[in-house]
C-alpha cells in the first residue's frame, strides 16, 4: 500500500521538488498550496492549505484521512523569508514571519498527530534552514524562526516516541528555487544607518540563491529519511562550507565566529 504524504507548501521550489520525486517513487501524494491554481499542471494532488489559517489546516488533513482512512508522513515545508536589519524591520513583519514559520508548523503537526498517534507510526519531517544553526546579518529573524523550528522537533520527537511517532528536521543550505522573490524585505531606507552594508547584502544574498543547489537533492535525501529505520533527529544538505560553518560555531570563540561571518558578509 501506499504511504500517504502531506506536502505543505508544495507549488513550487524545494515542496514541488518533493513532491513530484516522491510521486514518481509510487507514494500518494497530497501537496498544499494558500490559492491552488491549475491544478492540471502538477502530477500529485495540490489542495488549499494556509499554515495562517486552522480550519484550511484541518480541512485538509481531514480530507486526505477521509479519502485515504490514514497519514504516513508530514513533510512541513510552507514558509516564508524575510530580510533588514532588526531596527529597521517593522515588528509586524516579524510577527507574520514567527506565526509562519513557527506556529504554522506546529498547528500542522497538530493537526495530524491524533492520526499518527491512532496508527502507531508516522514521520513527520521539518524543513529548517542551516541559517538556523546562527545569528546572520540581515536575516537575524529567518534565522531566529528556523532555530526556533530546531528546538522544538527535539522536544517534540521525545514526547511522541511513546507512539511510534518519529520527528526530525532537514536543514537546506542556498538552493536554486524561487524563495527570494517570495521573501519580505524591509526597505533600504534612504536615511537608514544600515543602508550601505544592508543593500550589499541583499545582492549578496540573491546571489546565493541563483548560484545555489539544485532543489532534487533535498527531494532525494527526503526520500532517504522515510526509508531510514531510525532517522537522525538532525539532517543537512548543502554545500560543504556552508555544513562546516555549523561545526566552526561549536568549536570556536563566538567572536571569532562572529568575524568570520563578518568578513564573508563584507562588513
Request: charged share 20%; with cysteine.
Amino acid at each position: 500500500m501506499s504511504k500517504v504524504v502531506l506536502i505543505t507548501g508544495a507549488s513550487s521550489g524545494i515542496g514541488k521538488s518533493i513532491a513530484v520525486y516522491l510521486s514518481e517513487k509510487g507514494y500518494k501524494i497530497y501537496g498544499t498550496s494558500r490559492n491552488p491554481k491549475n491544478t492540471s499542471d502538477f502530477s500529485f494532488d495540490l489542495i488549499a492549505l494556509d499554515v495562517l489559517k486552522v480550519d484550511t489546516i484541518t480541512s485538509a488533513v481531514n480530507l486526505i484521512i477521509k479519502k485515504e482512512g490514514r497519514l504516513d508522513i508530514l513533510i512541513n515545508n510552507a514558509g516564508m523569508g524575510i530580510t533588514g536589519p532588526i531596527e529597521d524591520t517593522p515588528t509586524d513583519e516579524m510577527r507574520t514571519v514567527f506565526n509562519t514559520n513557527v506556529f504554522g508548523a506546529i498547528d500542522v503537526m497538530k493537526a495530524v498527530l491524533p492520526q499518527m498517534r491512532e496508527q502507531k507510526s508516522g514521520i513527520i519531517i521539518n524543513v529548517t534552514s542551516i541559517a538556523g544553526y546562527m545569528g546572520l546579518p540581515f536575516r537575524g529573524l529567518y534565522s531566529a524562526t528556523k532555530g526556533a523550528l530546531e528546538i522544538i522537533t527535539e522536544a517534540t520527537s521525545m514526547e511522541v516516541k511513546p507512539f511510534e511517532v518519529k520527528v526530525v528536521n532537514i536543514a537546506p543550505g542556498d538552493f536554486a528555487t524561487n524563495i527570494a522573490a517570495g521573501r519580505y524585505h524591509t526597505p533600504v531606507f534612504e536615511k537608514s544607518a544600515y543602508k550601505k552594508n544592508y543593500q550589499k547584502n541583499l545582492d549578496l544574498m540573491d546571489a546565493h540563491v541563483n548560484s545555489g543547489m539544485d532543489p532534487l537533492e533535498m527531494a532525494k535525501a527526503v526520500h532517504k529519511i522515510i526509508n531510514c529505520k531510525k532517522p537522525k533527529i538532525h539532517y543537512k544538505v548543502g554545500g560543504f562550507m556552508e555544513k562546516f560553518s555549523i561545526v566552526l560555531k561549536r568549536i570556536l570563540p563566538d567572536r571569532t565566529y562572529q568575524k568570520i561571518l563578518m568578513n564573508h558578509f563584507k562588513l
